[in-house]
Nanobody, 123 residues
């Protein structure tokens, strides 16, 4: 059974930092992209960051460029999202996901999802 388990969310003041982790078990995602997505109340799920298998290429939504960094440790089957200079608008439930594709940005193409971790940024 494939499981993705996120951790590292919480309450942080604006300008602060958090590091999210997502540990996968049940299979390895060799050759596959992994990503972080978020959903705020009343809004659609948004692709935040995606990384390829080797970690050599990453995508970021414009609103987080320069503030967030996605990385992965394939030996640990784990993907990370380092978030800095957090803003109120970053408040959301953050999900990690894995796809069987080498690269895709569409949430609908991701086959495996974690349960989500809440990130709340306060003023």
């Amino acid at each position: 059974q494939v499981q993705l388990v996120e951790s590292g969310g919480g309450l942080v003041q604006a300008g602060g930092s958090l590091r999210l982790s997502c540990a996968a078990s049940g299979r390895t995602f060799s050759g596959s992209a992994m990503g972080w997505f978020r959903q705020a109340p009343g809004k659609e799920r948004e692709t935040v960051a995606v990384i390829n298998w080797s970690g050599t290429y990453a995508y970021y939504v414009d609103s987080v460029k320069g503030r967030f960094t996605i990385s992965r440790d394939n030996a640990k089957n784990t993907v990370y999202l380092q978030m800095t200079i957090l803003k109120l608008e970053d408040t959301a439930i953050y999900y990690c996901a894995a796809t069987t594709r080498a690269w895709t940005l569409s949430p609908s193409a991701y086959d495996y999802w974690g349960q989500g971790t809440q990130v709340t940024v306060s003023s």
